[in-house]
Structures are given as structure tokens and as C-alpha cells.
């Protein structure tokens, strides 16, 4: 039998297209007065992980295990995660508005992938040889391919392709990769719908306060 996620679990969304701006996604309503928050706890963060395929359900465990054992270790490693996700973000929403990026956010995604490329190595494959992450038990191996997709997707050519959802209160990014770029928000079934709501309603309205 397996348990059921407690009622106060985060919702996690991967319909960004790219791992490094789903990670950016944790931060919920970003435009609002008070966004919500979806790394409340180390647990989340593993929670997270899992969803995006970046760990096993035996890592997982042994790194709530860990993190049981170590908590300001595991605290300290959720406030680098949310400071990488703050880097992550307005790297990018820099990049979708055709800015230079900040050189203090340049730096800080820098300083964290020296400290993930470190823990890359080359493994045997059933197709071959292909880089890998060391199977290392540390609070923060979850960054470490988080660090690594951003670096990369900053430096490809596909970057202009990232977009900001256009619905407020959202402001998620999210990766266009529809033929013509015509993609404007982050989902069309929540953000889009609500959209095309609120401009359906202000067309329903201006033509009620019309002339008689």
C-alpha cells in the first residue's frame, strides 16, 4: 500500500521543456505580492528530484536519511537551492528580454558549476561511454545536473527561445518550441484558459458599458 502525498504537498510542473527553467518554475505566482513557495523543506527538494528523474527512489532515501541525520547541513543546502533557482531565474528572464545577464548572477551559476563538474564523470554504458554524476551521498547532488542543464541552455543558440508566461500573475519561463514561436504562455489548460477568461470578460464588459 502506498501512502498518499499530505494535503500541504507543493505541486510541482515540468511543462517548461528544459530542466534548468522547470527548477526556476518552484517559485509559484512569481509577480505576486507573496509567491508560493514550493522548496519549503529539504523534502521538497528530493520530492522535486524524483519527478525530473534525478534521482532514484534508494538515492532518495538514503539522502532523507542523511539529511535527517545532518538538518542545518540539509537547511543550508535548501537555501543554496533557492538561491540557485533566483540565479537561474533572472538569468533567463535577462536573456528572453535580450539583456546581458547580470555579471553577479554570471558568477554565481559559474561558482556552482565548478562545484557540480566536479562530480561528472565518464561511465560505461550498454551504447557506449557518457558522462555521469559520481555516486556521491551529498545534500547536494540534486544541484548538480541543475547547474550543468542552465550553464548549458544559456550558452546554446535555443536560449532565445525562452519565453515569460504571459499571464500575471505567473511569470514562469518556459522553453518555445513551436515552429513559428508563437507560444505565450507556460499552459495553455491553466495560464492560457485564464487568459483568454479575462480578455473575453473585458470584451463582455466594455461592450455592456457601451452606448444603449
Known sequence: MT???????PSFSFDANHL?????NTLGSRQAERPREHLRHYGDLLAWARLADLLSPSQAER????AAQHPAAAEQTLAEARALR?????????????QEPAPGDLDALNRALARALAHERLRPTPKGIAW??????????????VARAAGELLAAAEATRVRICEA??????FLDTTRNRSRRWC???SCGNRAKARRHYARSKAGRSGPA
Open 86 to 98: 533566483e540565479t537561474i531565474y533572472r538569468l533567463f528572464v535577462r536573456r528572453a528580454s535580450g
Open 187 to 189: 499552459d495553455m489548460r
Open 3 to 9: 501512502s498518499s502525498p499530505p494535503d500541504d504537498a
Open 20 to 24: 534548468a527553467l522547470d527548477f526556476a
Open 168 to 173: 500575471a500573475p505567473c511569470g514562469w519561463l
Open 132 to 145: 555521469g554524476w559520481a555516486d556521491d551521498d551529498a545534500l547536494d547532488r540534486v544541484l548538480w545536473p
Open 63 to 66: 539522502l532523507s536519511a542523511l
